[in-house]
């Protein structure tokens, strides 16, 4: 999993005042043992993990989703274009 980029950081502390790097290196380090474990096929230690998580999200950044998700959809907007891939139309012969 990659590290929170700085603008996505500098997002969440606007939006959570008082939220520090140690906060969310703490978040980012949760979400990775998360995943992690998830991967590993769970289990306690997973479900401990997740807990955690979702009380740090719920009491340090309760609006994580949301900035996250507007992060993600501005990234995607700032992307150039796919290019489109040539399509080539078949069509059957005509029956005689």
Same mark, same amino acid.
């Given at each position: 999993?990659?590290?929170? %980029?700085? %603008?996505?950081?500098?997002?969440? @502390?606007?939006?959570?005042?008082?939220?520090?790097?140690?906060?969310?290196? %703490?978040?980012?380090?949760?979400?990775?043992?998360?995943?992690?474990?998830?991967?590993?096929?769970?289990?306690?230690?997973?479900?401990?993990?997740?807990?955690?998580?979702?009380?740090?999200?719920?009491? @340090?950044?309760?609006?994580?989703?949301?900035?996250?998700?507007?992060? %993600?959809?501005?990234?995607?907007?700032?992307?150039?274009?796919?290019? @489109?891939?040539?399509?080539?139309?078949?069509? @059957?012969?005509?029956?005689?």
């Amino acid at each position: 999993m990659q590290p929170f %980029e700085p %603008e996505l950081r500098d997002r969440l @502390k606007r939006a959570h005042p008082g939220l520090t790097d140690d906060d969310l290196d %703490e978040i980012e380090t949760l979400l990775c043992q998360r995943v992690d474990e998830a991967n590993d096929r769970g289990g306690p230690a997973a479900r401990a993990t997740s807990s955690r998580w979702r009380e740090v999200v719920a009491t @340090k950044v309760p609006r994580l989703r949301e900035i996250m998700q507007a992060y %993600e959809r501005d990234a995607r907007r700032d992307e150039p274009p796919r290019p @489109k891939p040539p399509v080539e139309v078949r069509r @059957k012969p005509a029956p005689r």
